[in-house]
């Protein structure tokens, strides 16, 4: 760590802040101002802010010793000059040195000219190059060349005219003329107001001003080229930016990650002030200290000359665009690379194969100058990952974001529905995954002091009953052992921290959290170190972190206890927790109808999409129909090898005879592909050689000129193929279709109609629109905002662990039905014995609901589904159910997409 610097220089540092800037250059102005007495009033105060100033400009000079530039002596030498004329020399002078003084006092204004000194500095490089001072002096030599010719032609002609406005006097002389002729050629406005002149000076003051039109366009040219000139060296001048965000690669393609880096500072704008409830909880209740968030400062480095479009948005404003290579250090120094928290680097998809040797390049050099701050590398991959890992060291987080995708894919496939889910948690319009971790040795024994009983433990559902008066819903705790500190500039760290999601359950036996000794429902409060909850904002899960330091984030041990009561069905229990519990028993999860999947299209999520169906559903069938289109950016030979499949002897792909590949726990994937374009056409026949697909994938390809237009052309072919009867289908059908904007897919919903295609009911045929674009880029920015997060979807996405689950209530009909009104509270009560933490509620019209805000009950018979965090096959075990094909309720409401609703 770089020594401190002593306190006179870190005060000096403190000049160049804009805030200190602003305010030396109103009192300059102030201090000039013909105002009789204000100098005289204000003078002690001058000669003390302007002399502390020039004691730090001193000490700064004397610092930089011979690096110190000319210029910088010069305006030492005026801020002398200008602090002496501050001393009251009127009367020590004679009256004839005193009229001096004013001007010594006007070098105040020249000091102006520190506050824009790089502009002026540009200004100066540009101006004295030698193609613009050739420029100048041609312009220059036109015009004095053209009034000293003709002047000397109305010299010689002897021309009396009104040449200075004192009417035709014999006295003219030829600087009048020269002067006249200048004024023409200055602005057409000089022209002879009428014909009643001598002819010869109607035609030079005509043929001067016509002249001085051309050369006024020609300044102005060079104006304009010069005004270019100093913008683009101002984007060359390094952000001045520090404890900001870095993105760093292909940003002009990166603009629905930037606008959500800016969406979720914008939402939390609350936290960059310090509010004076924390400010008196501290200084009165002796509650943890009040925190400030920074401004939300952006730097992004491209490799194109002029900023992305989208940087002139209003919110854009906070957000700065330089050039350079990554690579390059020097690059790395105009976006402040030393001074950021955070930074994002993108892969580029133009490098091909070798992105994420692009990337590992770009990461290295960004470690040579920031070791702190934490970064986020999104790797094309996966084998990459641990490379670049070993290279960025501590603080950096591989982003697989193919693998991810893929499982994100699987999700909406094994559980339909979730899409609406996601759409809530994963952008910053609603609710997300937010973690508060506890920092330094007072908070760790502020929290080991809330454990009761022998063990010193926390009932984690006395803690999720005081987090949802919060409106904050707990999801999970974090453990560990060491105290968790944050140096100054530096972002929170999970690392050496464990995750345990969902402590209403065990973790699995002999996995670290059980290690340090989590079990079901009891949280041991000397290793408790964090908190994961589910919030509008981080707001809301903040406040409860500080509540629970202060010891009021957990219920009355006999509220609690009489909640678990009721949901035993032990002990009194009024009408309302009874009508919950009972409504509770009936929720199960839909056991899944997966088991033929058609795959159309080839995405680089497709390799961990085909692995995770095969780790999650046993026996899987699927069908990858691919085209040869794009060998330009990834060989078909290579997309084969990405799935296993094995060339064959003479090298010719799969075609339409197909290949087999074997997949992990009995399933089997046949792979056909074709050189022409209408994929969707042979998709049909490849899936009509077997039984009806239970599911059907439309891929977003990365090549050609419009992917959605391209999606949206397969999807409409797939629909007539079943309006037809060419493609036969069966009870039902999922269809999941990636688009990057889904707003551009919405009208092909109308276009495959239930009815038309053959299905019994609306409901038989689901369309699934996923951007997993905005999907991405979201997760990388709640990456790089949210402490641990990635770990978090890692584990509801992947492969054991707790899952986002979707449990049915039973359908109209259906055995006896409870019809009361049931609040959230009470229901994450009720679902507490199953080891159900409920999330959202799905409604009967289609909305979702995500940690729904606290107000009146809901009726039970409006709630179609709850999403909740649990461990899928314990629940599938409690007791699932296969409904029957007449019994689904969505036929009566016909298929309608979930909705989002605040």
């Known amino acids: 760590m770089a020594p401190r610097q002593p306190l006179l220089l870190r005060l000096a540092g403190g000049l160049e802040t804009r805030p200190v800037k602003a305010a030396l250059s109103l009192l300059i102005l102030v201090s000039v101002l013909p105002i009789q007495g204000l100098e005289d009033e204000l003078r002690p105060y001058f000669l003390g802010i302007f002399g502390v100033e020039l004691l730090l400009r001193a000490a700064l000079l004397r610092q930089r010793g011979r690096e110190r530039s000319r210029l910088d002596v010069v305006l030492f030498a005026f801020d002398v000059i200008a602090w002496l004329s501050f001393l009251p020399l009127e009367r020590l002078l004679d009256a004839h040195a005193a009229h001096a003084l004013p001007v010594l006092r006007l070098t105040r204004l020249f000091l102006l000219l520190r506050f824009t000194r790089e502009i002026a500095i540009d200004l100066y490089a540009i101006m004295t190059r030698r193609e613009l001072l050739e420029q100048f002096g041609l312009v220059t030599l036109a015009v004095w060349g053209l009034a000293f010719g003709a002047s ?100 002009h393609e990166a603009e629905m990650l930037v606008q959500e880096f800016v969406r979720l500072y914008e939402r939390h704008r609350a936290l960059r002030s310090i509010r004076l409830s924390e400010l008196w909880v501290w200084l009165v209740r002796r509650g943890p200290p009040p925190t400030r968030h920074a401004l939300p400062r952006m730097a992004l480095l491209g490799t194109e000359d002029d900023p992305p479009a989208y940087l002139y948005a209003p919110r854009m404003r906070w957000v700065a665009y330089r050039t350079g290579d990554s ?114 040795e007072e908070a760790v024994r502020a929290v080991a002091a809330l454990g009761e009983g022998p063990g010193d433990e926390i ?37 050496g921290l464990v995750q345990w999601l969902n402590p209403l359950l065990d973790p699995p036996e002999g996995s670290p959290a059980w290690a340090l000794g989590a079990r079901a429902g009891r949280v041991p ?124 002897p003479d090298g010719a792909p799969p075609g339409q005879i197909g290949a087999r590949l074997a997949l992990p726990r009995g399933g089997s994937a046949t792979v056909y592909t074709q050189h022409g374009h209408d994929l969707a056409s042979l998709a049909v026949r490849c899936a009509a050689r077997g039984a009806p697909a239970s599911a059907a994938v439309f891929l977003s390809e990365p090549e050609g000129l419009d992917r959605d237009a391209r999606t949206a052309m397969r999807l409409i072919r797939f629909a007539r193929a079943l ?19 889904v707003a551009k897919g919405e009208h092909v919903r109308s276009l495959l109609d239930a009815g038309k295609c053959g299905f019994a009911g609306p409901d ?33 996405l992947g492969e054991g662990g707790q899952d986002l689950v979707r449990v049915e209530a039973p359908p109209p009909g259906r055995g006896e039905r409870v019809n009361g009104p049931i609040a959230f509270e009470e229901l994450r009560a009720a ?55 007449g019994e689904g309720r969505e036929a009566a409401r016909g298929e309608q997409a979930p909705r989002i609703s605040a």
């Open 152 to 251: 000397v032609l109305l010299s010689h002609l002897a021309i009396s005219h009104d040449y200075d406005g004192r009417g035709p006097v014999p006295d003219t002389t030829f600087f009048d003329r020269i002067w006249w002729s200048f004024r023409q050629l200055e602005s057409a406005d000089n022209l002879v107001a009428n014909l009643h002149v001598h002819p010869v000076v109607a035609v030079l003051s005509l043929g001067l001003t016509m002249v001085g039109v051309f050369i006024t366009s020609f300044i102005i040219g060079i104006g304009a080229n010069v005004v270019d000139q100093v913008v683009r060296a101002a984007r060359r001048r390094p952000v001045g930016y520090a404890g900001h965000a870095l993105v760093i690669g292909p940003v």
């Open 764 to 796: 038989r045929l689901r369309l699934s629109l996923v951007s997993t674009e905005r999907i991405k880029n979201y997760f990388m920015v709640h990456s790089a905002f949210v402490p641990g997060v990635t770990t978090l979807y890692d584990e509801l």
């Open 459 to 495: 009932s984690f559902s006395r803690m999720a009953r005081a987090a949802c008066q919060n409106n904050v819903i707990l999801a999970g705790v974090f453990l560990g052992d060491a105290v968790p500190e944050r140096r100054a500039g530096e972002l929170v760290s999970t690392e």
């Open 723 to 741: 309006e037809s009867g060419e493609l036969a289908h069966g009870a039902r059908l999922h269809v999941l279709a990636e688009f990057s904007s």
């Open 831 to 885: 679902l507490e014995p199953r080891g159900v933490i409920p999330m959202a509620l799905e409604l009967d019209d289609g909305a979702v609901l995500l940690n729904p805000e606290p107000g009146p009950a809901l009726a039970a018979a409006r709630i179609r589904a709850v999403y909740a965090l649990a461990r899928g096959r314990d629940l599938a075990a409690y007791g699932d159910r296969q409904p029957e094909e």
């Open 327 to 440: 690579a390059q250090p020097e690059a790395l120094g105009l976006v402040g690379a030393a001074g950021a928290k955070r930074a994002l680097i993108l892969a580029r998809p133009d490098a091909g194969p070798d992105a994420d040797a692009v990337t590992a390049m770009a990461l290295s050099s960004f470690r040579t100058q920031n070791r702190r701050g934490h970064v986020f590398v999104e790797v094309q991959e996966s084998k990459n990952r641990d490379l670049l890992q070993a290279v960025g060291g501590p603080g950096t987080y591989p982003l697989d974001m193919q693998r991810f995708l893929g499982f994100f894919l699987c999700q909406h496939l094994i559980t339909p529905g979730v899409e609406a889910l996601y759409t809530d948690l994963m952008t910053a319009d609603g609710s997300e995954f937010y973690t508060h971790i506890f920092l330094g």
């Open 525 to 648: 409060a000397r290793r408790l170190r964090g908190l994961i909850g589910v919030s509008a904002t981080y707001a809301p899960l903040r406040r409860y972190g500080r509540e629970l330091l202060m010891g009021r984030g957990i219920a009355p041990a006999e509220a609690a206890d009489g909640a678990g009561a009721r949901a035993d069905g032990a002990g009194a229990a009024d009408d309302d927790a009874g009508a919950a519990r009972a409504w509770a028993a009936t929720l199960s999860p839909r056991r899944s109808r997966l088991d033929r999947v058609l795959i159309v299209g080839y995405s680089p999520a497709l390799p961990s999409l085909l692995h995770a169906l095969a780790q999650f559903v046993p026996g899987i069938e699927v069908t990858l129909v691919l085209g040869e289109r794009g060998d330009e950016r990834m060989p078909l030979a290579d997309r084969l090898a990405s799935l296993g499949v094995a060339p064959a």
